[in-house]
């Protein structure tokens, strides 16, 4: 019986890659709170499908669930990508239910830390089970080198995924993009603000290229 299984779960994966080329790419868009996540995946969606995939804020942890926009096919220069774009929630290595007690009420704001939480943990079985490349969002005004950034990137790379680093926020005068690059050098960074719409060519040419 074990062998059987065995042979079963083999085929099954061979026929997994003879059709994944045919699929489209599920991307998750991943980074601590407040990088511009959503920002850049409503900036990707609306561009190419007229539509947006989720709700913008300044608040830390708008996003609390995994939000899908499939079927979001990107040409540039000759070559194609159909993706599924994957909008998930800031992780942290703890989420205080005081970061949100300034914009709302005390049971407000521990219901939004409880829901945080879990929308961490979804985000984690999503890396570690459902996508099958990473765009790696980060505030290029703030430091990149945390525990959470470093541990994301360190589950990312033991998966073999293709990883693009986005420098997000450039429009701000605090911005360095070198700074990330330095934090992370063995992958390649991209600039851009995704509030502004700044080198969204270069992020495009980038996704066609490196998920195409």
Do not use: C
């Amino acid at each position: 019986m074990g062998l059987f299984t065995e042979l079963k779960d083999s085929i099954s994966r061979a026929r997994d890659r003879l059709f994944s080329e045919q699929e489209p790419k599920r991307i998750g868009i991943y980074g601590p709170p407040n990088a511009g996540k959503t920002t850049l995946a409503n900036r990707i969606a609306r561009d190419w499908t007229g539509d947006a995939v989720g709700t913008e804020s300044h608040i830390p942890h708008e996003t609390r669930r995994a939000r899908r926009k499939e079927n979001v096919e990107i040409e540039r220069d000759g070559k194609s990508v159909t993706i599924d774009i994957v909008d998930t929630p800031g992780v942290t290595t703890k989420v205080d239910y005081e970061e949100f007690t300034d914009e709302m009420d005390e049971e407000d704001a521990i219901r939004r830390s409880r829901e945080a939480t879990e929308g961490v943990a979804e985000a984690m079985h999503w890396l570690r089970e459902d996508v099958d490349g990473v765009v790696y969002v980060l505030d290029s005004a703030e430091d990149p080198i945390t525990q959470a950034n470093t541990m994301l990137i360190g589950i990312i790379e033991s998966r073999d995924l293709p990883v693009l680093i986005f420098a997000n926020k450039i429009d701000l005068e605090e911005a360095s993009v070198k700074r990330i690059e330095d934090a992370f050098p063995q992958h390649k960074t991209v600039p851009l603000s995704a509030k502004e719409g700044d080198n969204m060519d270069e992020v495009y040419d980038n996704i066609a290229d490196y998920f195409g």
